[in-house]
Each structure stands twice: as structure tokens, then as C-alpha cells.
């Protein structure tokens, strides 16, 4: 079974329209508990109230505040809100092509892919040879339920994917920051530290990570649907103090002793 | 800000506080470290009022006769089949995890360019902890060098975390990273066979590609304009004070920050690289020997910013603070603080 597209669009470089859809990348797998009613373990409703009257307040007649540094709330009408919404468009217009390298993953957000439109499949094929050729990344623009996105777009094999950038100020480069100092490090530490990192050297391969604490927590909720005794695992005993330089050479002796073994 | 269930929550205030604190496990090597989040949202946070004005609360009811339900009243529960629940609490899911609760446990170190940037999902800054000044920087420094990522896992409030350990400029970073089942390939979203395309159709987008080729990413792309639109008539509409509600006393002295001083999240992670110690790290944790050769953890007592929410809520109950079931782990945190 395929994935719904949450949207369409059309992506748009020049005078080259290219019918798209849009579908998310991420799918989520956390584990979704509801909060029960204690008596009746049956979900709960929420609403917002009024602290003055206790009273709750009806979605209609809820409104928005803004609040300013020493907390005076600005109330905004719906219709101001209105005139600040960005323009509704259908357009995905790519501005700039750039070297991939050029734009930080530290700006990514959120992965997307987008589908070719059924009649219209060849531009979109088309643009994914194209940007493999020349091994660039478009920036991208769009305005998608209400909300400006900028975004960067790239062949993912033969297909295109969109990923969502941060806006300008919600990344803190670690440029921007004092390094911790202190005494100059121990050579010998530095290279002892060297041959550890070395030693837990391997390829990654990121399939080979499992959410292991989802999965013992569905255990966890399938054993007491059951009926059963959930049993926990015990905690690991803790280290003792020592050294650093100690640490590093024992740290070394056994991941050598263990890549042996294996 | 007092309603931290608030849907529009954001705030500076939440992220200039670290978002954990935890210790690098590898080998035998540990180096407590304190995590602040690299990215803030700048997303314009509005709050809901009531036509009048005043910010409203959550609340909670029953289902089926709409009757107000008190925190202690509340449980969790999974849905194993539709309208079946299985309760858990805060307690069973923290013993699920006993033997990593503290530990940021690196399982092996990998070319930093070999991670699909895909997986990326958020970034936090790791400040040096507890004495962990020079292992901190070794790590950093031979990181640095190889040009090595760390793989690591921890589990946090509910949550297991897989993130790729990366140092820049001397200073270390964790980005968290999506599990491989979480993402979707090509062929689950359905997408159809690549179509045979025509080289002029290749040759004509190229073009195009060609005319709009720049050599960096400029910041200006990357401007929300229409957040930029909204905090400005925010702005205006405060200076000419129509529909401004002034703060009521009462109201101020409840927020949870107590009227400290917002501090900037800039200004914070500089002092905690620097090894300062900030306001708002409460921990009892002398000022430590910078180049100490303690490279284990600290022992985490009675250290309120890095206890979880079910310890501080085991603490809150000892001392009998009211209303600490439905108290947020920050919360907790500062009734314990206020009545100690």
C-alpha cells in the first residue's frame, strides 16, 4: 500500500512547470499513549477555560495574544491574522541551484518526496536526471496550508525529494561559539584517545539500530494485555574512579581483546 | 510561561534551560555532558485568550458527561485493541530502561560524511559537565581530526534517541537521528517506475538549472517573512496600546521563571562552554576542577536539572507539594526548589 499525498503542486524553475505531489517521508512509529479517566479508562476531552469564571470557553470565541517581553498580552483579531498569512499558492518556485555541500544539513528539518502527476510523468523524471547530472540542490519556496516553507530539493535516486529548511535564525552554527579551554592535552592522552576512536571504527550501516525501548515498551503493553508478569530488566552495576589516562588504555586493551574475538 | 500544556508554547525561556544531562559512554572512558538545543523555533508563539483577554488553561473532563477531571484522576493508557486500554505508568516506563537512563552510549565512530543527512532530525550542543573539561576536549580534538561521527544511542522521557555524536570548532554536537523504519523509501510511498525520458526534455531543465546557479546559500532565503509580518503588527499594535492587556500582578509572581531575567540561549551555552556555571543549573555539583582527571560521572543526588520527571515527582510527594500530578517536569522542578 502506497502513502497518501498531502499535497499537490507544481514546482516551477523558469518557464518549466513540473506537476508534482507531495508525501512525507517520515512515518511515525512512536508509541501513542491516550490519557484515561482513572475510574472508567475511557479517553478524556479537553477544553480551555476561563481562570476568572472557571468556566470553559467555546473554539469560536477563543482568541490570540501575543506576549510581549514583560508579559502584556496583544490581542489579535482574526482578521489582522488573516492579512499576515502568506499568500495560498500552488507554485513550489525554485530560486537558486546550489553545490550540495552549500547548504548545511544543519538547516534540514523535515524529508518529503515528491511523485510525478499520472499524465504528466516526464518533466518530473526529467528534472531528476538533471539535477544528478549536475550534482546540484534547488532552493525552494512554497506556501503550504497557511505557512511559508523554504526547502532544498534533491534527486534521491530517480526521484526528487524535498527537504525543509530552518528559517534564518533557528540554527545556532558552532561557530558562533567559545570552544571549551583549559591546559593543553596530553599527547600522549591525545593519541591514546586516537587509537580508542580508531578501535570502534566501523562502516554505518543505520539499519542495524533499533528503537529497542519502543519495542519493549509494545512488549511491555501486549504481556499486560495478557494477563502476564512483566518482568524488567536489571540495572547494569556502576563504574569506579579512576584515571583518564587509565581509562583510555584499558578502553583500548579491551575493544582490541572483543574486535579479536569477533 | 505558567501553561506549559499551552498548544503555542515556545519560548525562549524553555530552551535556555538544558534539555538533559547525561554521560558519554565509550570504552570505559565517561564524560558527563549537559545538552542544549541547537535549534530554537522562531515561530511567532501566540497564546489563547479568552475575548476578554485572559489567557486560558487547559482542562481536562470525561468523555461522556463532560465532568472536570483532576490531574490525580488522570492515567495513561495504550489502545491494544479499539476502546480496550492498557494502563502504564511513568514508573514502569523508566524501569524499561534502568541500565541506560544516564548514558549516551557511543557504540562505534563512522566517516561524519557517511550519514544520509536524511536521517538528521534535530541538534543539540553537549557542554562539558562535572568535571569533564578534558575529556571533553580530547574526544572533541581527535573527532575533529579523523573526521569522525559518533554513534550513539540514550533513552530519554519515553523516547529512545540514536544520534550521530559530531564535533566543529572544537565543540560537540549531537543530532538526533531518525530510525531506518522510519522513513520511508521510494517504494513504500508508492511512487511509479522511472518513465523513459527524452534527452532534449534533460538538456531544457538543465538550462534552466544552468541560469540560476549560485555559489553560496544566502541567509536572505531563508527569511520567514510572513512570522516577520506578524511580530511586526504585534509590535505596532503594543506601542499604540489598542487591545493591550497589562499583566496582573498575581499573575506575574505565578510565572514559572519568578520574573528572572530572560537570559539569551546564546549567552548561556557561552558560559557553559567557558565552564561557568549558569542560573539555570541548580546543581549542587561543586565548581569543578577544570582539568580534573575525574573522567566518571557525577553522582547525581540531589540534582534537581537532571532528575527525571518521576523522580521529581517522587520528591514533590515527600514533600507533600499540591497539585504536582499535573505539574511538567520544570514544574516540579521549581515547587521542589521553592520549598526546600
Known amino acids: 500500500m502506497g502513502a497518501r499525498a498531502i499535497w499537490k503542486a507544481n514546482l516551477r524553475i523558469g518557464e518549466v512547470d513540473v506537476p508534482v505531489k507531495l508525501y512525507s517521508a517520515v512515518q511515525d512509529r512512536a508509541v501513542h499513549f491516550r490519557m484515561l479517566d482513572a475510574k472508567r479508562h475511557q479517553p478524556v476531552k479537553q477544553h480551555m477555560v476561563d481562570p476568572d469564571t472557571g468556566k ?37 518556485e525554485i530560486t537558486h541551484f546550489l553545490a550540495p555541500e552549500e547548504i548545511s544539513h544543519q538547516w534540514y528539518d523535515r524529508p518529503y518526496y515528491l511523485g510525478p502527476d499520472e499524465e504528466e510523468d516526464e518533466a518530473y523524471f526529467a528534472l531528476a536526471q538533471a539535477l544528478q547530472k549536475r550534482k546540484v540542490e534547488g532552493l525552494a519556496r512554497w506556501v503550504m496550508r497557511d505557512k511559508e516553507y523554504v526547502g532544498a530539493l534533491r534527486a534521491e535516486g530517480d526521484y526528487l525529494m524535498l527537504i525543509t529548511l530552518r528559517h534564518a535564525g533557528e540554527v545556532i552554527p558552532a561557530s558562533a561559539l567559545p570552544a571549551p579551554k583549559g591546559r593543553e592535552l596530553d599527547p600522549r592522552e591525545v593519541s591514546m584517545a586516537r587509537q580508542l576512536v580508531q578501535s570502534m571504527e566501523d562502516e554505518f550501516d543505520i539499519a542495524t539500530y533499533h528503537d529497542e525501548y519502543r519495542e519493549r515498551v509494545l512488549e511491555l503493553v501486549q504481556a499486560k494485555a495478557a494477563g502476564k508478569v512483566v518482568k524488567f530488566p536489571k540495572a547494569a552495576p556502576k563504574k569506579t574512579d579512576v584515571s583518564l589516562a587509565d581509562v583510555l588504555e584499558r578502553s583500548v586493551a579491551a575493544v582490541q581483546k572483543e574486535r579479536k574475538r569477533a | 510561561m505558567p501553561d506549559l500544556d499551552n498548544d503555542d508554547e515556545a519560548g525562549s525561556e524553555a530552551v535556555t534551560r538544558a534539555f538533559w544531562s547525561g554521560t558519554i559512554t565509550f570504552g570505559l572512558v565517561s564524560i558527563p555532558v549537559a545538552l542544549y538545543a541547537a535549534n530554537r523555533s522562531q515561530r511567532v508563539s501566540l497564546r489563547m485568550v479568552s475575548p476578554k483577554g485572559t489567557p486560558l488553561n487547559r482542562r481536562y473532563y470525561t468523555s461522556k458527561d463532560d465532568k472536570p477531571l483532576d490531574t490525580d484522576d488522570i492515567v495513561r493508557g495504550y489502545e491494544v485493541e479499539k476502546g480496550r486500554f492498557v494502563l502504564v505508568d511513568d514508573d514502569e516506563l523508566e524501569r524499561l530502561a534502568p541500565e541506560r537512563t544516564r548514558d549516551i552510549d557511543v557504540r562505534q565512530f563512522v566517516d561524519a560524511g557517511e550519514v544520509d543527512p536524511m536521517y538528521f532530525e534535530r541538534a543539540y550542543f553537549l557542554t562539558p559537565a562535572g568535571g569533564s573539561n578534558k575529556a571533553y576536549r580530547l574526544l572533541a580534538r581527535v573527532m575533529e581530526e579523523t573526521g569522525r561521527a559518533g554513534i550513539a544511542t540514550f533513552v530519554l522521557r519515553d523516547k529512545e534517541y540514536l544520534v550521530a555524536i559530531i564535533a566543529e570548532n572544537g565543540i560537540l554536537r549531537a543530532e538526533t537521528l531518525r530510525f531506518a523504519d522510519e522513513l520511508r523509501t521510494p517504494a513504500d510511498v508508492g511512487l511509479p517506475e522511472p518513465a523513459r525520458v527524452k534527452p532534449a526534455q534533460v538538456k531544457r531543465i538543465d538550462r534552466e538549472i544552468g541560469k540560476r546557479m549560485a555559489a553560496h546559500l544566502d541567509r536572505k532565503e531563508l527569511v520567514d517573512h510572513s512570522a516577520d509580518k506578524l511580530l511586526k503588527l504585534a509590535r505596532e499594535k503594543m506601542r499604540s496600546g489598542k487591545g493591550v492587556v497589562e499583566p496582573d500582578e498575581d499573575e506575574a509572581e505565578d510565572r514559572d521563571d519568578g520574573g528572572r531575567p530572560v537570559i539569551d540561549l546564546m549567552e548561556v551555552l557561552k558560559r557553559r562552554m567557558a565552564g561557568i556555571e549558569t542560573d539555570d543549573d541548580t546543581s549542587p555539583r561543586a565548581e569543578s576542577d577544570e582539568d580534573g582527571d575525574d573522567a566518571s560521572s ?25 497539585g504536582r500530578s499535573a505539574m511538567t517536569r520544570d514544574q516540579l522542578a521549581n515547587a521542589i526548589r521553592r520549598s526546600a
Do not use: C, F, H, M
Request: glycine share 10%; hydrophobic share 35%; aromatic share 4%.
Open chain 2, 298 to 322: 557525577p553522582s547525581g543526588g540531589g540534582d534537581l536539572a537532571d532528575a527525571t520527571k518521576a523522580e521529581l515527582y517522587e520528591r514533590a510527594k515527600k514533600l507533600d507539594i499540591p
Open chain 1, 56 to 92: 470553559v470557553v467555546e473554539s469560536e470565541r477563543i482568541g490570540r495574544a501575543w506576549e510581549g517581553d514583560e508579559g502584556q498580552l496583544v490581542i489579535l483579531e482574526r482578521e489582522e491574522l488573516e492579512k499576515v498569512l502568506p499568500k495560498p499558492s500552488r507554485d513550489i
